[in-house]
């Protein structure tokens, strides 16, 4: 994500100096100058900055797409340089503190409290939790964060006061100051929001669509921009945005916010002094809107007040920011280790995709996501239309599949994770097609007592040449099931045959020769999609 502020640097003519905390981090060699410093060393970032002023002049201090921005206010102050406010930054970072004074100023009536444990072994006692949950009128469901970290890790929804004090174990390790805020779970529909504020005017550049998926966890899958809203639903929004970013006291620069529609009320999830992440300020917006919002921010953090006033005043006016719709979608993966990749060089041959950001390769570790880092790759496309864009998307993340090395102990631990009989919410480990245990133990038993009755397989014509096999048990959820990445079940039987076209026969031989592989198959397809058949089918091929 910085890689298009350095970029954008370079182009105005400035010297860029990166630093960061791994030598080897991505993006610093297109700097001029990369400096080993972990951002986390405040104290050491200012001595370099004081040092590099007075040797060389500094006139900008900058970070996009992540929460360092008070890191970079306590920089700016020290040096006298352009920047949102120490405080300000703070109360924008600690997810704590934001929430305390948004409540105060009226701005959210949402129910939270907080709990700090220093000590990793130290468990909070169950009286104490419902203490707090009276205190603050908590009703569950109700979301656990750590107040101090970013990209939904350690983030988790939980339905009861048990489930609640695991998560808070949980959430810890992610949190700097080991402290998390536990808040009612808000309902409606989840937006991204951002814009400036310079010379106490406020501009607002951009409203997207969040696609939040696999609860308890907050996985974005993608996001939408424009975002489909009627005019009074974008006004409501953008109004409580600015009203809580001046209550921060949010003066100079970018600011970006995840806010909440429900039933015409807007909730405030969180302020950042910052651009977004998650490709949206470096990639969706410029595409969507036309508006280099990563230029602009270097610019005013260069000082350059005035003239960036005036450009957003004229794209204001403009009737070009909202001529192209851009859609960011991801696609992941279930647990394992990559063996291949298929279906990359496909990707850009799809209609309207723009960008393409594959994010693992062969022999990488990759898990089914708990978090918003945890993701395989992402890509972008541009239409005239929400839908459009939306589609082109969606059917180039369709077209990758990650082939799984066989034999490994964390796919099979995925794909072979007891069947509870009990009916459960926190599905997130359950099925890639959204299968409950209790269909997957159904299809268990079916398979199980009745594999070799020929009658419980059908055929369905592919390219009229050849056909597929299939128990009679899955029928009717061809159309009706999506996996993951938004195949039909019926899509991605016929994508195995396109990776592995020896599939099929093979299964089909396994009914009469070995039924708990054939089991096992099947099972694994419904768990883990095309990766799962296919794992099995590598794993006994091995």
Not at 264 to 272: N, W
Request: glycine share 6%; charged share 25%.
């Amino acid at each position: 994500m910085q890689g298009v502020a350095i970029r954008q640097a370079k182009q105005l003519g400035a010297f860029v100096i990166a630093t960061d905390g791994n030598p080897n981090a991505i993006c610093a060699n297109e700097a001029h100058l990369f400096v080993h410093i972990d951002l986390k060393d405040t104290n050491g970032l200012i001595a370099f900055a004081k040092k590099t002023q007075q040797e060389r002049g500094l006139h900008a201090v900058f970070t996009t797409a992540t929460d360092f921005s008070h890191t970079v206010a306590c920089i700016a102050e020290a040096c006298k340089l352009p920047s949102h406010s120490i405080e300000a930054t703070e109360k924008s970072t600690n997810k704590l503190l934001m929430r305390n004074h948004l409540s105060n100023a009226g701005i959210t009536t949402i129910p939270f409290f907080s709990v700090t444990i220093h000590d990793s072994k130290k468990n909070i006692e169950k009286k104490d939790l419902e203490k707090k949950i009276k205190d603050s009128h908590l009703q569950f469901p109700a979301v656990v964060k750590p107040v101090d970290n970013m990209g939904a890790r350690g983030c988790k929804k939980v339905n009861d006061i048990d489930t609640l004090s695991i998560a808070i174990q949980e959430a810890l390790p992610f949190s700097k100051s080991r402290t998390v805020i536990v808040e009612t779970f808000i309902h409606g529909k989840e937006y991204s929001i951002e814009g400036f504020i310079v010379d106490n005017q406020f501009f607002v550049t951009a409203l997207a669509d969040r696609h939040i998926y696999f609860p308890p966890y907050f996985i974005e899958m993608g996001h939408t921009i424009p975002a489909h809203v009627t005019k009074t639903e974008e006004k409501k929004l953008c109004d409580t945005f600015e009203k809580a970013v001046r209550s921060l006291g949010l003066t100079h620069g970018a600011c970006k916010g995840d806010i909440f529609l429900h039933n015409g009320k807007v909730y405030i999830g969180e302020i950042a002094a910052r651009l977004s992440g998650g490709y949206m300020s470096g990639w969706t917006v410029p595409y969507s809107s036309h508006l280099n919002v990563t230029q602009l921010a270097l610019r005013l953090a260069f000082g350059e007040n005035t003239e960036v006033i005036h450009e957003l005043q004229k794209w204001q006016k403009s009737t070009q920011k909202t001529k192209v719709f851009c859609a960011e979608r991801a696609y992941i993966s279930i647990p394992g280790k990559v063996a291949t990749i298929i279906g990359e060089d496909k990707v850009r041959l799809t209609p309207k995709v723009c960008e393409f950001f594959p994010r693992v390769k062969s022999q990488d570790e990759v898990v089914f996501p708990t978090n918003n880092v945890e993701k395989c790759g992402n890509i972008l496309a541009v239409g005239k239309r929400y839908t459009s864009a939306s589609k082109s998307a969606e059917q180039a993340c369709q077209k990758i599949v990650l082939r799984l090395k066989p034999n490994e102990m964390s796919t099979n631990a995925f794909l072979e994770s007891p069947l509870l009989s009990k009916k459960t919410e926190d599905n997130h480990s359950v099925s890639v097609f959204n299968f409950t245990n209790e269909q997957l133990l159904q299809f268990s038993k079916i398979l199980k007592a009745d594999p070799l009755v020929k009658k419980t397989i059908q055929k369905i014509s592919r390219k009229k040449s050849k056909k597929i096999a299939y128990p009679r048990c899955i029928s009717a959820f061809l159309t009706k099931k999506f996996d993951v990445q938004g195949r039909t079940l019926l899509k991605a039987l016929i994508q195995i045959d396109t990776c592995e076209s020896n599939f099929f026969s093979w299964v089909e031989k396994l009914m009469y020769t070995d039924t708990d592989v054939y089991q096992k198959v099947w099972l694994a397809f419904l768990r883990g999609g095309i990766q799962g058949a296919l794992y099995l089918y590598d794993s006994q091929h091995t």
